[in-house]
C-alpha cells in the first residue's frame, strides 16, 4: 500500500494553509493566514474563492458539522465551524456566510471539535480553558482550566468524554461532573496533535520529540514510532481506523492502525499542519506550511485469498494474478473503488456507488448492484452471502446480488462497526452494541430478525472481539469471544429458554479466528499459537480439552500480533512491524472434522490409527460421544488410556433401554439436570431417583421419591447406609420427618429394584420417543 502524490506546480494560497476538511469525498475547503477560504472540487481540478476573511481573523482550525444525523440525512455537510486567532469561533455556512461570532477565549483558539451527534462543540485555547458549547453557539460549560496553551482537543467515541493535549500530558476528562479523570505523560516534548478514532477507540498523540505514538483509551501505550528528523506537526485517523497519516516537515506518512508504516513521501511542503481523510477514507488533504494543499491517494492495497491476489492499481482499476499459472486480469470500475474483500471464491468489491461481486472461477462478468447510501465502510463475507455496512444500516446481499435482509436494533450506530465487533455466517449475523458493551445482538441471517426467542447474549464484561464458526448445523451454531480481561469464551448462539453455558476456553488471548472449512478456532495466547481442533469439547468432556489442543511457540511474533487470516489448515499472522507469517497447522483434523459430519465413523478410526496422534484421538472421543457412537467413543478413550470413561461407557452399553442409555451419556457430558428430564418422560422414576443416589444428590434424590409416590424407602435405606459407612448421624429434618416409623428392608428393597429393571426391560421398543429431549452438546 502506498500514497499516491499530487501538488499543483504553485500554490493557490499566499500564506500558510492552516486547515483543511473535506465536504464530500470530491470537494474541499482549505483555510489559511491569507484569509481565504477555498473550495477544491477533484473532479474538475477547479479551485475558487469562497469567501475573504476581514484581515484580523486569521484561520487556526476548521471542522465540519456532522452530516449524518438521525433522521435527517443530507448527503453532504452544510457548515462548519472556524475558530481563530482573535479568540473568536464563527460559524460558517458552505457558501461562506458568516452566519455567528462567538468571543471565546482569550487568546487564539486552537482547536475546535464538533461531537458525532453534533449537539456539542468543544473549544481549547492558548488560555488553557477547554470549553463546550451547543449547537447555536451558546456556551454551556467550562470542562477545564490549566495554565498551559491546549493544542488539540478529540472526543471520545461515545461522546461522553474528551481527549485534549496539557503541554507533555495527555488528559482524558468525562462530561459528567465528579468523574475519574485519566492522566498520563505521554511525550518528552510538547504534544501538537491527538485524535481519538470511534471504531477502533484508539488514541494518536503527535509531539515536539519528534515521535508518533499510538495508545489504547487506558492511556496503555500500543506503539512508539522512532524519533524524526522534525517535529510531527499532524496526526489523523481514517474513517474506519485501519490506517491513520502523519504529517511533518516535508514528510507525509501512512500507517497501519498497530502503527507501522506503509508508505513514507517526502512531497515539497513545508510543514504539513493539518491533515483530514476523506469521507470514504480512500484519500488525504494535507494544509502545507507553504501555501500549497497537499493530496494522496492511497492505492496498492492488496487482497489474497489461496492462489489469487488482487492489487488496486489506480483509483478504478485492480489487478488479479493467480499465482498457479501467473494469469493476469484487468478489472476496470466506473468510480473509485472504495472497500474490497476476497474470501469464499468471491471477490466484493464496492465503489462510491455500486457493488460489484466476482466469481474467481469467471473475472468477465462481475455482477452489479446498486447502493443505497454510497460510502461502505465493512465488507464481511460468509459461504453463502456477504454483508455491507453503510451510514444508513447493516444489508446482507448474496452473491447473485439479490438483497437478503438488513438487522436492526434500538440505538444502532453503524458508523462504529467493524470486523471485531460484526460476524456474519451461512445463518446467523452477530454485532456487538457499543452502548453496553457486555452485550452481543443476534439476528437470523435470511430474515433479518432477532434470532430464537429474542433474547440477548449477555456477559458479565466488556466484550472485545466476536466470531461465529463457520460450518456444521444451524442449531449448533457457537460464538467464540474475547472480553477486556483478554478472556476467550465460547457459548452456543442458540437461545431458547434455558439459559446457554458461556464456557471459557482460555486466558490471555489477543486475536482469534474460525478457519473458514471447518469448526476449529485458533488464537494467539501470550506466546503461543493455540489451535482448539474441537472446541465443543467443553460441552461433551471438559477433562479431555487440553488433549484436543495443539500449542506452539509464537515468542518471534514480538508485541501485539494479529491473526489476518485462518483459510484452510493455513494460518497468516501479520507481526508487529506488519510483516505477514504464514503458519501451517496439520491438516488432519479437517479431514476428522469431514469424516464425522458425514458419519464415516471407521474412517474417522482409521485415520486416528494411521495418524497416531493423542490430539487426534482426543477430538474423535469428544466427536462420538456428542453425536451418541458409543462404540467409536470406546475405542478412542480407550486410545488416550482414560479407562474409567471406557467402564463407564461399557455399562451404558449393557443399560436396558434406550432412554437410560441417552440419560446416562448426558451424564456422561454433565448434563444431569437433562437426563433427569429423559428418565421422569419415558416414566422410569425409579432410574431418576437412582442417579440423583449415585451423585450423592440426596435432597433431589427424596424430593423426586415423594413427588412420585415410590421408593421413599430406597432412598432413605441409601441415605442410611451413607451415613453409616462414615460414621455420621442424620441431621437433615426431611429426612428425618420421613424416617419416623418406617423398617428399612433391604430384602423388599432389592426386590422392588429388580422388579423396576425387569419393567425397564418388557417395554415394548415403540414407546421409545426422543420427542422434547432438551439435549445440547
Not at 142 to 166: F, R
Not at 170 to 183: G, M
Not at 431 to 438: F, L, P, R, V
Request: aromatic content about 10%; hydrophobic content about 40%.
Amino acid at each position: 500500500m502506498r500514497l499516491k502524490i499530487s501538488l499543483l506546480k504553485e500554490p493557490k494560497h499566499q500564506e500558510l494553509v492552516s486547515c483543511v476538511g473535506w465536504t464530500t469525498a470530491e470537494e474541499l475547503y482549505s483555510c489559511s493566514d491569507d484569509h481565504q477560504i477555498v473550495k477544491w472540487n477533484l473532479l474538475t481540478s477547479e479551485t475558487s474563492q469562497i469567501v475573504k476573511l476581514s484581515d484580523d481573523i486569521y484561520p487556526i482550525d476548521l471542522h465540519w458539522f456532522p452530516k449524518n444525523l438521525g433522521v435527517k440525512k443530507q448527503t453532504q455537510a452544510e457548515s462548519f465551524v472556524l475558530t481563530s486567532s482573535d479568540g473568536k469561533f464563527h460559524l460558517i455556512s458552505k457558501l461562506g456566510r458568516v452566519e455567528k461570532s462567538v468571543e471565546a477565549h482569550c487568546g487564539a483558539i486552537l482547536a475546535g471539535r464538533w461531537n458525532y451527534e453534533g449537539t456539542a462543540l468543544v473549544t481549547v485555547g492558548e488560555d488553557g480553558q477547554i470549553k463546550i458549547w451547543s449547537k447555536t453557539g451558546m456556551l454551556r460549560s467550562t470542562l477545564a482550566q490549566q495554565g498551559t496553551p491546549v493544542y488539540s482537543v478529540a472526543w471520545g467515541p461515545d461522546s461522553e468524554k474528551v481527549l485534549y493535549t496539557a503541554g507533555k500530558q495527555l488528559i482524558i476528562k468525562p462530561l459528567q461532573p465528579n468523574a475519574k479523570i485519566l492522566q498520563w505523560k505521554a511525550h518528552d516534548g510538547i504534544i501538537l496533535k491527538v485524535d481519538w478514532n470511534s471504531v477502533n477507540d484508539l488514541i494518536l498523540s503527535a509531539g515536539e520529540d519528534c515521535k508518533y505514538k499510538v495508545w489504547d483509551s487506558y492511556g496503555r501505550l500500543l506503539y512508539n514510532s522512532h524519533p524524526h528528523e522534525h517535529p510531527i506537526t499532524s496526526v489523523a485517523w481514517a474513517p474506519d481506523g485501519e490506517l491513520f497519516a502523519v504529517g511533518s516537515f516535508h514528510t507525509l506518512r501512512l500507517c497501519d492502525k498497530t502503527g507501522w508504516s506503509y508508505a513514507l513521501e517526502k512531497p515539497n511542503t513545508g510543514s504539513i499542519f493539518n491533515i483530514a481523510w476523506s469521507i470514504d477514507g480512500t484519500q488525504i488533504a494535507g494544509g502545507c506550511g507553504n501555501g500549497h494543499v497537499v493530496f494522496a491517494h492511497v492505492v496498492e492495497q492488496r487482497w489474497e485469498w489461496k492462489n489469487f491476489q488482487v492489487t488496486l492499481t489506480k483509483r478504478r482499476t485492480m489487478q488479479v494474478r493467480n499465482v498457479l499459472n501467473d494469469a493476469v486480469d484487468l478489472l476496470e470500475f466506473r468510480d473509485r473503488v472504495i472497500k474490497a474483500s476476497l474470501n469464499y471464491a468471491h471477490l466484493v468489491v464496492s465503489t462510491s456507488l455500486q457493488c460489484y461481486v466476482f466469481s474467481t472461477k469467471n473475472w468477465n462478468t462481475p455482477l452489479i448492484f446498486d447502493l443505497k447510501e454510497g460510502t461502505v465502510s465493512l465488507i464481511l463475507q460468509a459461504e453463502r452471502h456477504f454483508l455491507l455496512v453503510d451510514g444508513g444500516g447493516i444489508y446482507v446481499y448474496s452473491y447473485e446480488g439479490r438483497f437478503i435482509s438488513s438487522p436492526k436494533f434500538p440505538g444502532m450506530r453503524t458508523d462504529i462497526l467493524n470486523a471485531q465487533t460484526v460476524s456474519l455466517s451461512n445463518d446467523t449475523i452477530a454485532i456487538k452494541d457499543k452502548a453496553d458493551e457486555k452485550i452481543i445482538f443476534l439476528f437470523e441471517a435470511s430474515t433479518g430478525k432477532p434470532l430464537g426467542d429474542g433474547k440477548l447474549l449477555s456477559h458479565k464484561n466488556e466484550i472485545l472481539e466476536i466470531a461465529l464458526d463457520q460450518k456444521g448445523l444451524t442449531n449448533e451454531r457457537k460464538i467464540a469471544f474475547i472480553d477486556k480481561n483478554r478472556d476467550l469464551y465460547i457459548t452456543s448462539v442458540k437461545r431458547f429458554g434455558k439459559e446457554e453455558q458461556i464456557i471459557k476456553l482460555g486466558t490471555m488471548v489477543h486475536t482469534l479466528a474460525w478457519s473458514d472449512t471447518c469448526n476449529i478456532l485458533c488464537g494467539l495466547q501470550d506466546t503461543r499459537l493455540t489451535v482448539w481442533y474441537y472446541p465443543n469439547t467443553v460441552y461433551v468432556d471438559r477433562d479431555i480439552l487440553a488433549k484436543t489442543l495443539h500449542e506452539r511457540d509464537a515468542s518471534d511474533f514480538s508485541r501485539n500480533p494479529h491473526i489476518v487470516s485462518f483459510v484452510g489448515n493455513q494460518v497468516t499472522v501479520r507481526r508487529a512491524d506488519g510483516s505477514l507469517v504464514h503458519i501451517s497447522i496439520s491438516p488432519y483434523p479437517a479431514i476428522l472434522h469431514e469424516y464425522v459430519s458425514s458419519s464415516k465413523w471407521e474412517d474417522a478410526v482409521r485415520l486416528c490409527r494411521f495418524v497416531k496422534e493423542q490430539t487426534m484421538w482426543a477430538c474423535l472421543a469428544a466427536m462420538s460421544v456428542a453425536n451418541r457412537d458409543m462404540t467409536t467413543a470406546e475405542i478412542a478413550y480407550a486410545a488416550i488410556g482414560e479407562i474409567d470413561k471406557v467402564q463407564y461407557i461399557n455399562s451404558i452399553k449393557n443399560l436396558p433401554s434406550k432412554e437410560s442409555k441417552m440419560a446416562h451419556i448426558l451424564m456422561f457430558s454433565g448434563n444431569i439436570q437433562e437426563a433427569e428430564i429423559v428418565l421422569l418422560q419415558a416414566g422410569l422414576v425409579y432410574q431418576a431417583i437412582q442417579i440423583n443416589i449415585n451423585l450423592y444428590n440426596w435432597e433431589r434424590a427424596l424430593e423426586l421419591a415423594v413427588k412420585y409416590k415410590t421408593h421413599v424407602d430406597t432412598v432413605l435405606a441409601y441415605r442410611q447406609k451413607f451415613l453409616e459407612t462414615f460414621g455420621k448421624h442424620e441431621t437433615n429434618k426431611r429426612y428425618l420427618q420421613y424416617a419416623e416409623g418406617l423398617q428399612i428392608d433391604w430384602e423388599k428393597i432389592k426386590a422392588k429394584i429388580e422388579m423396576e429393571i425387569t419393567k425397564e426391560r418388557e417395554r415394548p421398543s415403540n414407546s421409545q420417543s426422543n420427542k422434547g429431549l432438551g439435549i445440547k452438546h
